[in-house]
């Protein structure tokens, strides 16, 4: 049976773990991790977002989607939220199950291609769960470049697994803050906020 015509059910935490297994054992440095992040982790990134309520809030690399329903949770309205994932299979299944939600089947690296022109410009939040760390310098700069073209000036959160920061926000032009860390996700995660910096 082809991948796309598995049965899921949304909240279902084992349909969404062999999901992401099968799609780490495909492309391990895409998914960057062999789980999903933990209701621990993204309850605490949900609680991290703000955007009025003509904004959209952007997540990026949406996987199964495990944070896109935190969202919901925290009181995101299904229309204010767009959610961008590269993979096929991963996008129909956000499709089925997050009913109202934005799901776009395309790159992070190429936002002002793939978000509708109603989008741009009135994002008031961006959440990237992409292994960015796992990227050289030039491809870092690229995503940045992706971001600030749909969402002028605004930075966003990063969720990573890394001790320190996982992007070089000097040489990258931004400021960075720690705002969380949490032992309850496999591994350990911290979440990052980074600002385009000042002058
Ligand atoms: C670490 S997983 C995070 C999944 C989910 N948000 C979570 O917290 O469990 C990274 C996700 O980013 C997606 N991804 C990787 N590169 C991408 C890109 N360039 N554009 C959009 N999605 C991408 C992967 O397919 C994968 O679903």
Redesign the pocket.
């Known amino acids: 049976m082809p991948d796309t015509l598995l049965p899921t059910t949304p909240r279902r935490p084992s349909a969404n773990a062999a999901l992401?297994l099968r799609?780490w054992l495909a492309n391990p440095l895409?998914?960057?991790?062999v789980v999903?992040?933990s209701p621990t982790?993204?309850r605490r990134i949900a609680a991290l977002v703000q955007a009025g309520p003509e904004e959209y809030v952007l997540?990026?690399?949406?996987?199964?989607g495990?944070?896109s329903r935190a969202l919901l949770d925290r009181g995101v309205p299904p229309e204010r939220l767009v959610v961008?994932?590269?993979?096929p299979d991963?996008a129909a299944h956000l499709r089925r199950t997050l009913p109202g939600v934005h799901v776009i089947q395309?790159?992070?690296?190429a936002l002002a291609e793939c978000l509708p022109p109603a989008i741009q410009g009135r994002i008031g939040a961006v959440i990237c769960?992409?292994?960015l760390v796992l990227l050289p310098l030039e491809r870092q700069r690229a995503f940045l470049g992706s971001v600030g073209r749909v969402a002028p000036g605004l930075g966003f959160l990063l969720?990573s697994y890394c001790i320190t920061s996982p992007l070089p926000w000097r040489r990258l032009g931004l400021s960075a803050r720690r705002e969380a860390w949490t032992p309850r996700n496999f591994p350990p995660a911290s979440i990052w906020r980074y600002r385009p910096a000042e002058g």
């Not at 997540?59 to 199964?64: R, S, Y």
């Not at 961008?84 to 993979?87: C, F, G, L, N, S």
């Not at 395309?106 to 690296?109: N, P, V």
């Open positions: 992401f799609r895409q998914m960057g991790s999903p992040s982790l993204c997540e990026l690399g949406a996987g199964t495990v944070l961008v994932e590269i993979v991963m395309g790159d992070a690296f769960g992409i292994p969720y």
